[in-house]
């Protein structure tokens, strides 16, 4: 099964105006002849539509950090799929921040994968367990609770606009990537769990990144695990050097 790769840039609450923008340009320069990567950088709210134009033409997309599951409405401070729809073309839901640090529930991100998608938002879906529950044996048994309930609400038709972000709540952030094996342990475990909750060619064309602490320096072997398809980059995407580098290190796995 031919899955293209995807490179995310999460740039969380990070960079000004001035710092997205010198960020997307420089991307755009670093990355552009490299079609065979799917390039999404994932700006603050605020910078989404001044991002969009700075790499309209090249390829890249945009996508949001998080959204709202109403279209629209009394909802003061949220942001709808509706409102990101002509601006982003993908939309993280469930990252370990917005779960653990802001107390979102596996409810919360069904409901919100389900309006992305009525608003024709492709869905990075995060999942990962915690340096607690890894060690009690739990790893996979948590994963595959936040993906079950996250695709609750996802038709066989809705497969294609997700991707899955196995990220390990430990790595985040950490400089300690998970390794290569527990990489690809993990992303083999979330696609036998796709094809249980589809069937396995479903499962077989669903790409599967991986997140947390991917630098330039290890994104080659990570992403040379069969079932990893990509990355879902924060602190490294911060940099338009690093971030380019981890791009070229994935290209050079499918040229
Ligand atoms: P990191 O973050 O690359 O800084 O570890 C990854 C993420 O939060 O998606």
């Known amino acids: 099964m031919n899955r ?80 990101l729809a002509p601006h982003c073309s993908y939309v993280v839901l469930g990252h370990s921040e917005r779960r653990h640090v802001l107390g979102e529930t596996d409810d919360q991100v069904a409901a919100k994968v389900t309006a992305a998608h009525s608003s024709g938002l ?46 390990p709540v430990w790595a985040i952030g950490t400089g300690v990537a998970a390794s290569t094996q527990d990489a690809q342990d993990m992303a083999a475990f979330v696609r036998s769990t796709l094809a249980n909750v589809f069937d396995q060619k479903t499962a077989n064309s669903v790409r599967i990144q991986y997140g947390g602490s991917v630098k330039g320096d290890n994104a080659a072997e990570l992403l040379g695990c069969p079932d990893v398809d990509g990355a879902l980059v924060g602190g490294a995407s911060l940099n338009a050097d690093d971030f380019g580098e981890i791009i070229r290190a994935a290209a050079a796995q499918v040229n």
């Open 4 to 83: 293209r790769p995807i490179i995310a840039g999460n740039w969380k609450m990070n960079t000004s105006l001035d710092e997205a923008l010198a960020l997307a340009r420089g991307v755009r320069e670093q990355t552009e002849s490299v079609d065979s990567i799917e390039r999404v950088l994932i700006p603050p709210f605020p910078w989404i539509l001044a991002v969009h134009g700075e790499v309209s033409g090249s390829g890249i997309t945009v996508g949001a950090q998080n959204c709202y599951m109403e279209q629209s409405g009394a909802f003061t401070g949220e942001v709808s799929p509706a409102m």
């Open 122 to 167: 492709s869905v990075i879906l995060c999942v990962g367990e915690t340096l607690e529950e890894r060690e009690a044996g739990r790893a996979e048994q948590i994963v595959s609770q936040q993906l079950r309930a996250g695709l609750g609400n996802v038709s066989w038709g809705m497969t294609q606009s997700i991707v899955i972000a196995y990220e």
